[in-house]
């Protein structure tokens, strides 16, 4: 599914003394099937935009269509929906429910769905498998090693089979090993078919050969915009 | 329909286990609220069996009780009074009583002493209330002796002792033939109490007690359903008196319940962060923490209930019996009938459940509306 961005902005506090446009206009075409890295230094606006992007927030002015849906301008209930059945985060700390078990944590977002139990169980457990966690299913997350937490994170975004998988700085809390596992990952879900977007800032990820596409972000708009080969 | 109920289910799971994620915090306010509704319905349940026990036991008493009074106080009652009343229609029994009190020094205690001719009893015998019994140690056959009014001392052969089942106005009762009850009492052959009339239509008995006292100007007519009104007032302000002792409980609770709910940690706010980012809409917030007050609040009120039942029914209301028998000294063992009444269950259910929905349902909201993108930052 293809996603459009055109003339994108997002100011905060809009009319106020501390008013911030952390989005200056920006126009992209972010192609189905592709791993595409928004890269750009801390306060750049590539969380802003990818937020957006994912149906977490509206923009203040101009227009995101995914496929053929003009989505900017959809009351929460609809963004909520399309959410859910297309996008599948992976958050910067993770952001686990601690206390909950490594299986229940998965299927959280596919709880308002009331999808049969026993066909998530199953697909929960098929992607344990798929991400060598089996023997952790019923372990407390806060149990976890950082990469660990971050397959269960994967696996998470992954419950409800999004065709779009959204990473905030995946490895700002991973160390090289752990980050290259993590690109690795990527390069799976990429072959699987899922469109895959990542902000980082580490060259870990933007160097890495299997992003398609770097989109460099300075100051609220894009700084340069380039394929990989 | 069977996706929503797939649905609830999994947010009561959902919820069930963030119960337990949070085990102290929950079972305080599990344990303080089931408290309240335990107080609460025991004052409700017990008061409510006291009115009724009272009611069905007086159901029996004379329709019509006639006194003479003598400078606006109770006088006795002198015989030829039966007389004068005559016969009056609708009246098919009419006799003169005696009782009167004794001051029982040993037990610092009052007896209510009843004359009871139909009892067959001799002059050495007597009938006592179980309160008797219990605070003189006393069984059938043993003797207990009572000061006359003129200093002399008789005993007497206990006879009988009056069952529990009416023990709510029987328990001080001594009951004796009525040559025993006037030589202690003092009072002279010629002389009664006062005179019961018992009447066949009950809606008859204003108009009699209005023609006794044309007949009698002297004397006062007390009707049983004044009785009754008496007696139903004084539960029902011992109840207030009760309730607004335990105001301040209730009102603690209120306070807990508030704090509890406005002061949403920052790790349940992160967490409503959570789901709505990964898919959850307001609404499956709101129904997830109404689950949770749901699950609190009925599991409590289904406790205190439960245990105020168990309190008040099968434990004679221990807790309460001072305050709301209000007996001086005597207090009646007494076992009230089980029952539940649907109206009470409804409104202590309001008053208990109702508060704690309201107190909890806007700071809920409130944390529910988060913008999902809050844990991206």
């Keep these: 599914m293809l996603i459009e961005l055109n003339d994108i902005r997002k100011v905060f506090n809009q009319g106020k003394h501390n008013e911030f446009s952390a989005i200056r206009g920006i126009s992209l075409q ?12 801390s306060g750049s606006g590539k969380t802003t935009l990818l937020s957006m992007i994912g149906c977490l927030s509206r923009p203040t002015s101009g227009r995101i269509t995914l496929g053929e849906q003009n989505i900017s301008g959809l009351p929460e209930r609809f963004l909520t929906d399309i959410r859910r059945h297309t996008f599948g985060f992976i958050f910067q700390k993770f952001n686990l429910i601690q206390g909950l078990s490594v299986l229940e944590n998965i299927m959280l977002p596919a709880y308002p769905l009331g999808t049969p139990h026993e066909a998530l169980m199953d697909y929960a457990h098929s992607l344990l498998g798929h991400f060598g966690l089996s023997r952790l299913s019923t372990s407390p997350v806060e149990w976890l090693s950082g990469g660990e937490a971050q397959r269960v994170a994967i696996c998470r975004a992954m419950i409800n089979d999004p065709e779009i998988l959204i990473a905030d700085e995946p490895t700002a809390n991973l160390d090289s090993k752990l980050s290259r596992e993590f690109m690795g990952l990527v390069d799976d879900l990429h072959q699987s078919g899922k469109t895959v977007l990542i902000t980082s800032h580490d060259p870990i990820v933007f160097d890495s050969p299997v992003i398609n596409r770097v989109v460099e972000m300075c100051d609220g708009q894009v700084l340069k915009d380039e394929p990989c080969y | 329909m069977t996706k929503f109920i797939r649905k609830q289910r999994y947010l009561i799971d959902f919820t069930l286990s963030s119960l337990l994620r949070r085990k102290t915090k929950n079972l305080g306010l599990l344990l303080v609220y089931t408290l309240i509704v335990f107080i609460l319905a025991s004052v409700m349940l017990f008061t409510h069996a006291l009115r009724s026990e009272a009611g069905i036991i007086l159901q029996e008493s004379p329709e019509i009780i006639l006194q003479r009074m003598v400078a606006g106080r109770h006088a006795l009652m002198p015989a030829e009074y039966l007389e004068k009343i005559g016969r009056v229609r609708g009246v098919v029994r009419k006799e003169g009583r ?29 009938i006592i209330g179980a309160g008797i019994a219990r605070v003189r140690w006393l069984g059938i056959g043993d003797f207990i002796s009572f000061n006359s009014f003129d200093g002399k001392t008789y005993t007497f052969e206990v ?4 069952d529990s089942e009416s023990e709510l106005v029987s328990s001080d009762l001594v009951l004796m033939s009525e040559t025993a009850w006037r030589t202690t009492l003092g009072v002279p052959e010629g002389y009664f109490t006062d005179i019961v009339l018992s009447v066949r239509n009950p809606r008859e008995v204003s108009k009699i007690a209005g023609k006794l006292t044309l007949k009698l100007p002297d004397t006062r007519p007390i009707l049983r359903d004044e009785i009754l009104r008496t007696y139903d007032s004084v539960f029902a302000w011992r109840q207030g008196i009760t309730f607004v002792l335990l105001a301040g409980a209730v ?10 709910a406005s002061g949403l940690s ?13 898919g959850w809409e307001t609404g499956d917030v709101l129904h997830m923490k109404f689950w949770e007050g749901g699950i609190i609040s009925l599991s409590a009120f289904m406790l205190g209930y439960l245990a105020a039942y168990v309190h008040v029914f099968y434990g004679s209301a221990v807790l309460f019996e001072p305050v709301l028998k209000g007996w001086a000294v005597l207090y009646p063992e007494f076992h009230p009938v089980p029952f539940i009444d649907g109206m009470q269950v409804a409104t202590l259910f309001f008053f208990t459940v109702f508060p704690y929905t309201v107190a909890t349902i806007i700071p809920i909201w409130r944390a529910s509306i988060t913008d999902p993108d809050t844990v991206m930052r």
């Design chain 2, 251 to 260: 009102l603690a609770f209120v306070i807990f319940a508030w704090d509890k």
């Design chain 2, 159 to 162: 006879k009988e002792i009056l």
């Design chain 1, 30 to 41: 972010i192609e189905p099937n592709k791993v595409t890295c928004l890269k750009g230094a």
């Design chain 2, 266 to 278: 920052a790790e349940e706010k992160r967490e409503i962060g959570i789901l709505k980012a990964v």
């Design chain 2, 98 to 126: 005696l009782w009167g009190y004794f001051y029982d020094y040993a037990t610092k205690s009052n007896y209510t002493m009843m004359a009871a001719p139909d009892k067959g009893l001799s002059n050495s015998e007597v």
